[in-house]
């Protein structure tokens, strides 16, 4: 599906005003790190990086909402439209005071600029009813907190081969699109009417998704997932 | 380089008595992990922050609960989820689970209860920064003294 974040699938390839974002084929995933817990925030970053990826860190959904241009208060100035690094991944806390991640997922989702992005849950409660909640609501994984390198890894695996095949599908169906421009006289190319792509419903979960297939089965260390969120914490 | 080693055992047996004493868990080992040449003390970073965060938490609730005009059990429940938030994400097992304990007579708006869980709380949180000073100081004068710490595998 296009949009004008159909950019960020050739960013590898192009120069935006100033900012260079031509980088080789490894390029890293940017994930906008949201938690009000000072100690989770500092963790959550060292992971992402240990896992090399740029990491933005903040303190609250609202905050989050203002990075990526969403928050309604602030209308960002429309400078050369592109204010900062591209968001690949958002990873949240639930439990926040303001506005909780299941409210940020939900704006998020809400966004045609950034529905895209895959949002990523963490809570410390293993409630089956709140996973479900936010699966619906598109997030791509639930983490049950305490979050560790192998968590993060997995998450980062997919979005990053999800990236990989965005970049290839887009780049497939731009050239379709090519040849079908030149077969037929198009009035209005209205892309954003286009039937959602594979990618899409790989990167927004339906609601009929268990939690079993909830992420992307695009890597055998997902198998693992289930049974990271079922856990039942020993100590509650 | 004997002397490095000493120390290095030191810090061994230090470390592994606090995963004994269920002090630490395995999410403290899991953050060990994440050190190496250019965070080579990111634990010790992570701890501080910790103890900042459960001073003040602590200091809050023991406030919270002296109020005359009633407790606001909301506010101490607050204080106990984000403890044991950042008591699980730093492995500190102990502080973790006096904060679970303390819920219970907080969701039962018992003030007698609740002091006596502070109590409890502060003093596993005390036990848990002395010791943890400890193994950080291990830490620092095996560095200083040109040796690298011990990772875990």
Known sequence: MAR?????????????????????DTEEVHVLAVDDSLVDRKVIERLLRISSCKVTAVDSGRRALQYLGLDEEIQKKETNGFDGLKVDLIITDYCMPGMTGYELLKKVKESSAFREIPVVIMSSENVIARIDRCLEEG??????????????????????????????????????????????????????????????????????????????????????SPTRRLKMTSSE | MDFVNQLQRKFIDYSSSLHREGIVDDQFTQLRKLEDENSPHFVMEVASLFFEDCEKLINNMAIALEQKQGVDFKQIDECIHQLKGSSSSIGAMRVKNACIAFRSFSDGQNREGCLRCLQQLSHEYSLLKNKLQ???????????????????H
């Open chain 1, 4 to 24: 004008n974040g159909g950019v960020a699938w050739m960013r590898t390839t192009e120069k935006i005003d100033g900012y260079d974002l031509s980088t080789s």
């Open chain 1, 139 to 224: 997030a791509e994984d639930f983490i049950v907190k305490p979050v560790k390198l192998s968590d993060v890894k997995r998450i980062i695996d997919y979005t990053t081969t999800e990236l990989r095949e965005g970049e290839q599908r887009e780049g497939a169906r731009a050239r379709r699109r090519g040849i079908n421009k030149r077969k037929q006289r198009e009035g209005d190319d209205d892309l954003s009417s286009s039937p959602p792509s594979t990618l899409s419903s790989s990167a927004s979960s339906s609601p009929s998704s268990s939690i079993q297939s909830a992420t992307a089965p695009l890597s055998p260390s997902t198998l693992d």
């Open chain 2, 134 to 152: 400890t193994l950080f100081r291990l830490e620092k004068q095996i560095v200083a003294a040109g040796g690298s710490i011990p990772r875990v």
